[in-house]
T-cell receptor, first 112, second 116 residues
């Protein structure tokens, strides 16, 4: 099992550009989520999904979109990047909603 | 609503000394509680979790934590620190019901430094 994979590992964007952060898991997990990590603030939930076709907002959803067309994939889209979105982004998955979440290695995003 | 407070953003100990990282939570329903560790430039790895069974939970690498409902605490301890324990540690709470069901809320993190 590869576990949770994320691409790219690093990305630099200019303000206003759009991009998609990819996340995939091969553990047949129903629950997937996206977090952003900022110094001194821990991890904050952006969006989550309890299964294919079902997504919902977390604590900080503004400026981000998600979709879940398959169990395996959960991409995060930045619609129009802003410097405030400079952060490290983590994708996580778990077998069910309250189970242990397994984290990917992260994507470090810088918006200039 | 649920929240987590980790007391002390930085903790420094000597190798061989006791490690104590503090975590207090608030939750409107019985929670699940987790400790995760993050090594530099890596993702988060589960250390241990409490899911309403035994209140003293043992995890990997010699860490343990005790759930104290009366104090709403879930402090992480290790009797003897190793250099390899240097990392950032996160406490997290997940509610077992209500509008925050299943959502993980993290504390701010505590950076542990271990001196030789």
């Amino acid at each position: 099992n590869a576990g949770v994979t994320q691409t790219p590992k690093f990305q630099v964007l200019k303000t206003g550009q759009s991009m998609t952060l990819q996340c995939a898991q091969d553990m047949n997990h129903e629950y997937m989520s996206w977090y952003r990590q900022d110094p001194g603030m821990g991890l904050r939930l952006i969006h989550y999904s309890v299964g294919a076709g079902i997504t919902d907002q977390g604590e900080v959803p503004n400026g981000y979109n998600v979709s879940r067309s398959t169990t395996e994939d959960f991409p995060l889209r930045l619609l129009s990047a802003a410097p405030s979105q400079t952060s490290v982004y983590f994708c996580a998955s778990s077998l069910y909603t309250t189970d242990t979440q397994y984290f990917g290695p992260g994507t470090r995003l810088t918006v200039l | 609503a649920q929240s987590v407070t980790q007391l002390g953003s930085h903790v420094s100990v000597s190798e061989g000394a006791l490690v104590l990282l503090r975590c207090n939570y608030s939750s409107s329903v019985p929670p699940y509680l987790f400790w995760y560790v993050q090594y530099p430039n890596q993702g988060l790895q589960l250390l241990l979790k409490y899911t309403s069974a035994a209140t003293l939970v043992k995890g990997i690498n010699g860490f343990e934590a005790e759930f104290k409902k009366s104090e709403t605490s879930f402090h992480l301890t290790k009797p003897s620190a190793h250099m390899s324990d240097a990392a950032e540690y996160f406490c997290a709470v997940s509610e077992t019901g209500g509008t925050s069901y299943g959502k993980l809320t993290f504390g701010q993190g505590t950076i542990l430094t271990v001196h030789p």
